[in-house]
């Protein structure tokens, strides 16, 4: 089998190769834009590492002059830097760094993993159309990418990066691979180093994990090595609380199931654009809705233990959801979660309950729908999808086949639903603020919000089809409201 770089590519490294014959410096291409090609899952936007000798920094300030790239010191103890190159629609990542050692074979023994350990000089890499015979593998990680398997180059691999324990499973979600038995036993005995590594790259790796199709299997497995519980200590106390003859699993054990069930469902919804652009969408960084939402059923049971209460022989859980999404707000916070992250997961743990509570009723109105839009507003999607993973996630004696079946089809009919208002055009409003200051002399206040809410609710659901009706609407409510 051939392996070579493509040709977008080839142009670029070309250019640093002829910028390093200026500055007599040799460069390897090493780690993972090598691993990539191997295994032809080659990133849209490249990222390439790069090591040489020494004075990485000055060469790679030099280069980014010469090419017209963004240019930030990593590491200045160790020699690190980064330069950012965009051509035409691509972003590059070009990472450079000194030696970790006197030699190259040195210097690879410092890396994470074997599939990452693998190196090829520059020259060799712009020179030849088959990198196959010509890639540098000291630590055999060819070998374990054919066993598709993740193991450490050197058993000081997580005391030099203990974020190195994250990454072997956000590498093996992506490949699909396996971890070795021996990292896997250097994994227990070093998790607790976890605590030094910032929050920022431990979110970005457990992001990895949530973005991949196949999630559930490795959070599984950071859950046996309690690695978890260092990431999120708050869900400890959801084992072995037991929710009574509607489930068949504790609270804990039901929250892993229905980020299960929610794969199973995204990929149900694969091959419909809306569902699928909508869980595409980037919130924050690079974060899309779909690796959201997979925390989000992790968490939405999150504040029954807090809840939890016993009412005669039966156990109750009553106001779980508002106290899960308070516990969310301060995982979400711990993570450095943006902003708009933080809004739409306590979104979706606050309002997961209302899509069964809608399939639950004998006649879902109108009402019951314009306000769940608009409470849920951009989520609502989002909290349909959970919805329907914890509805198929909960499995007790009790559990009736004919409510398991109104509640798909109702959940099913608003995802539809959401998405078709998405592209109406809303309708123009029949009464605005001025209007009501001329016809009821008001003054600027909270009474205004209340009442151009309710009049969208009433028009929107047919019950406001004038100007008129819409201003005697708001003449009851105005009295309504003097009478409080």
């Excluded at 020179?127 to 058993?155: A, E, T, W």
């Excluded at 509640?407 to 539809?416: N, Y």
């Amino acid at each position: 089998m051939t392996f070579s770089i493509r040709p977008q590519d080839i142009t670029l490294l070309k250019e640093i190769h002829r910028f390093a014959l200026s500055q007599k410096a040799k460069l390897y291409i090493v780690g993972g834009y090598l691993r990539d090609i191997l295994s032809k899952r080659q990133k849209d936007n490249p990222d390439i590492d790069f090591c040489l000798s020494g004075e990485s920094l000055r060469f790679g300030r030099k280069l980014a002059s010469r090419i017209g790239a963004g240019f930030v010191v990593l590491d200045k103890e160790h020699g690190c830097c980064r330069l950012v190159k965009r051509i035409k629609d691509k972003i590059y990542t070009l990472d450079f760094a000194d030696f970790r050692a006197a030699t190259l074979k040195g210097d690879l023994l410092h890396r994470d993993f074997t599939i990452n350990s693998l190196a090829i000089g520059l020259l060799e890499a712009v020179s030849n159309k088959d990198l196959s015979g010509l890639i540098i593998d000291p630590y055999h990680g060819r070998q374990d990418m054919q066993k598709k398997i993740i193991r450490v180059v050197n058993h000081k691999s997580f005391d030099e990066d203990p974020l190195r324990i994250l990454r072997a499973f956000s590498l093996a979600c992506i490949f699909g691979f396996k971890i070795d038995q021996g990292t896997l036993k250097l994994i227990k005995a070093k998790k607790n180093k976890l605590s030094v590594v910032s929050w920022e790259r431990i979110r970005d790796e457990l992001f990895k994990i949530l973005h991949r199709p196949n999630a559930f299997g490795y959070l599984k497995d950071l859950d046996k090595l309690r690695i978890l519980n260092l990431v999120m200590p708050e869900i400890e106390v959801m084992r072995g609380v037991n929710q009574g003859p509607y489930h068949h699993l504790d609270v804990f054990k039901h929250s892993l199931e229905t980020v299960s069930q929610l794969e199973i469902i995204i990929q149900e919804y694969k091959d419909d654009r809306d569902v699928d652009n909508y869980l595409n969408a980037v919130i924050s960084g690079q974060r899309q809705r779909r690796s959201l939402i997979k925390l989000g059923a992790f968490l939405h049971d999150i504040g029954k233990p807090g809840a939890r209460r016993r009412k005669g022989n039966k156990t109750i859980f009553h106001g779980h959801e508002r106290i899960g999404a308070e516990i969310t707000k301060i995982i979400a916070k711990r993570l450095k979660l943006s902003n708009e992250e933080l809004a739409a997961l306590r979104k979706m743990v606050f309002w997961h309950l209302r899509p069964g509570y809608m399939g639950d009723s004998k006649i879902l109105t109108a009402r019951a729908k314009f306000r769940y839009f608009r409470d849920c507003a951009e989520e609502a999607a989002s909290v349909l999808l959970l919805s329907l993973a914890d509805q198929r996630s909960t499995r007790g004696p009790l559990t009736c086949r004919q409510s398991r079946l109104r509640h798909e089809e109702v959940v099913s009919g608003l995802i539809k639903e959401y998405f078709r208002k998405l592209k109406e055009k809303k309708m123009p409003r029949l009464v605005n603020g001025d209007e009501l200051i001329r016809k009821f002399r008001l003054k600027p206040s909270p009474l205004f919000g209340k009442i151009l809410s309710r009049l969208e609710e009433l028009q929107a659901t047919g019950r406001l089809k004038s100007k008129a009706q819409a201003l005697e609407a708001a003449r009851k409510i105005i009295t309504k409201e003097a009478r409080k």
